[in-house]
């Protein structure tokens, strides 16, 4: 070692000679001998005092030197520039003084790239302690110049290690390689088309969540999940076909029946848009998810699919009214209120739909349809479908008990004594106990199919709230950073996304809470469409072949009791 300094200096003055360009430093200039730095450093470096190559090359290895090489280069190379400016300062002589030497330190621009190429890759990596603190001093450099350190330089007085290779200087200009199932990021290196899905010029085509499971996995489930709403669109639809048609369907209690099915054939109509083109209402480009701002079809979806759910949950709700009324206090009271019950329905739903689409929150999260963002689908879509549906399955358990407790009553009596021998109280709660039973075994279908439509909405709002948080990309962001980097090492997809699994939402889960949704067409023409109504499509067809053929209609006595 050749020994820079013929005295001992002061700590005072030892900082501002390290800080100066035409002062001398203690300590001594050595060649560089290393391994770690050997692309970086073809310099003469400068050592604190009791320090050697071999020990600032074990610093190096801890701090994670070795993994660098394993990065993008995106990273790798501003990282291992910062490392080895920052481990070994520059030693130059100054020209025409003789024994006078400059060192230089580490630069913050250096740093300050570091950070924000690498920061994210070495906290996966869980290197966290080799992340650049750029407003702090360099790192030990408090050991040789107490008590403040040493801090990282200005452009022109520094360090600035570049690859000996050259690739240092021309990153930006690097074009990215990009392996299946990657695409180039479109904005690279200017920017990213999307961080949360885009990494060093390559990004997870849209829709990135296909691809973060087995392969074909989502895909297939879909696929699935769509022929089933495609199947409930057609049901639902015959079934407002049939209850608009058929005479004596468009009165009260079955008109109610007609505007939840009208609610639920726009609810599982919507499936049209993705069976004609899945990815044009999923993505907005090649890598970016749709938006109601940067793409009208998936705008147009969300809102019908909004505007349906929430019509849904309210004819729901009338119907469940109306049970309770009649049932427990023989009441008719909706039967001439339907003016109101259309502006509280149907205006309530344009309401949230106005304010969905208002607020710009209808976008693509998951599933192959628009909806509102998971980060205000709770206040602006399920809460104000809570507020009703949940209240209306309270006043259902309140019949059901009234029903119980009706039926063990008239279980207890015998039905054969004559109401002559019974006094008027007894006599009218028998007739109470005739009138629940029979309002049972006429409006049982209506009471199943409330509680379909409540548990369905109560398991896919479950779902969305405690599982699908999980996929939200801000949530995910570390675990996709692996991820992504598992599948630029070559190892297989099917691999990398069992790695993944245990942080994401279950996938059988997601189907499943897709499907029961999806079925909700099939499931109230499953209990609706009765023997009764195909009977009563018969005489209607039959009546418009009189009429085709010129016949005079013939009047048929039909029964007048009316049963939903």
């Known amino acids: 070692m050749v020994n820079l300094f013929t005295k001992v200096a002061t700590v005072a003055t030892l900082a501002l000679g390290l800080l100066s360009s035409s002062t001398d430093a203690l300590g001594s200039s050595v060649p560089y001998t290393g391994q770690v730095c050997k692309d970086y450093v073809d310099y003469p470096v400068w050592l604190p005092p009791n320090v050697t190559v071999a020990t600032v090359e074990a610093k190096l290895i801890a701090m994670g030197a070795e993994k660098a090489s394993q990065m993008p280069y995106q990273c790798q190379y501003p990282l291992m520039e910062y490392m080895c400016s920052t481990a070994y ?4 002589a100054i020209e025409n003084v003789p024994n006078q030497f400059n060192v230089r330190f580490a630069c913050q621009s250096t740093c300050i790239k570091t950070v924000q190429e690498c920061s994210m890759l070495l906290s996966v990596f869980n290197l966290e302690s080799a992340i650049p603190k750029c407003d702090a001093p360099i790192p030990e450099s408090t050991l040789y110049a107490p008590p403040s350190g040493i801090m990282y330089q200005p452009d022109g007085s520094c360090n600035a290690v570049k690859s000996l290779g050259g690739l240092g200087t021309s990153l930006s200009n690097m074009t990215a390689e990009c392996d299946a199932p990657f695409v180039k990021d479109p904005l690279y290196p200017a920017g990213t088309a999307n961080p949360s899905y885009c990494m060093y010029g390559c990004c997870l085509p849209c829709p990135a969540q296909y691809h973060l499971y087995r392969e074909d996995a989502l895909h297939t489930g879909f696929t699935i999940t769509n022929y089933m709403r495609a199947v409930s669109m057609v049901l639902s639809f015959l079934l407002v076909l049939t209850y608009l048609v058929l005479d004596d369907k468009r009165s009260h209690p079955s008109a109610l029946i007609l505007f939840f099915a009208i609610g639920v054939f726009l609810f599982s109509a919507v499936i049209i848009f993705p069976l004609i083109d899945t990815k044009a209402i999923q993505c907005a480009d090649l890598v970016t998810p749709s938006t109601q701002r940067n793409n009208l079809k998936c705008a147009i979806q969300g809102a019908i699919l909004v505007f349906a759910s929430v019509a849904t949950c309210a004819w729901c709700t009338a119907l469940i009214l109306n049970l309770h009324l009649h049932t427990v206090w023989n009441s008719a009271w909706f039967s001439n209120k339907y003016g109101l019950l259309h502006v509280i329905c149907w205006g309530y739903a344009c309401t949230i739909t106005g304010v969905a689409l208002g607020t710009g929150h209808i976008q693509w999260d998951f599933a192959t349809l628009c909806l509102v963002s998971q980060d205000k689908a709770s206040e602006i879509f399920f809460y104000p479908m809570a507020a009703m549906i949940f209240p209306a399955f309270l006043v259902h358990i309140a019949t059901f008990f009234h029903i119980a407790r009706i039926s063990t009553m008239a279980g207890a009596d015998s039905e054969t004594m004559s109401r002559s021998t019974l006094s008027a109280g007894a006599a009218a709660a028998i007739s109470h106990r005739r009138h629940v039973m029979m309002a049972i075994r006429i409006q049982w279908r209506a009471a199943l199919m409330a509680v379909c439509a409540i548990v369905s909405v109560t398991f896919y709002w479950l779902f969305y709230f405690i599982q699908l948080r999980k996929i939200n990309p801000v949530i995910l962001s570390k675990n996709i950073v692996i991820f992504v980097f598992c599948l630029k090492n070559g ?30 067409g099939a499931v109230i023409f499953i209990v609706f469409f009765k023997t009764a109504l195909v009977r009563e499509w018969g005489e209607k067809l039959s009546s418009l072949g009189y009429l085709l053929s010129g016949k005079r209609m013939q009047k048929k006595e039909q029964d007048q009791f009316f049963v939903i």
């Not at 300062?89 to 130059?92: L, R």
């Open 491 to 520: 190892t297989p997809h099917n691999e990398c996304a069992d790695n993944l699994a245990p942080f994401l939402p279950p996938y059988g889960l997601m189907i499943a809470a897709e499907f029961v949704v999806s079925s909700i």
């Open 89 to 92: 300062p520059k030693v130059e």
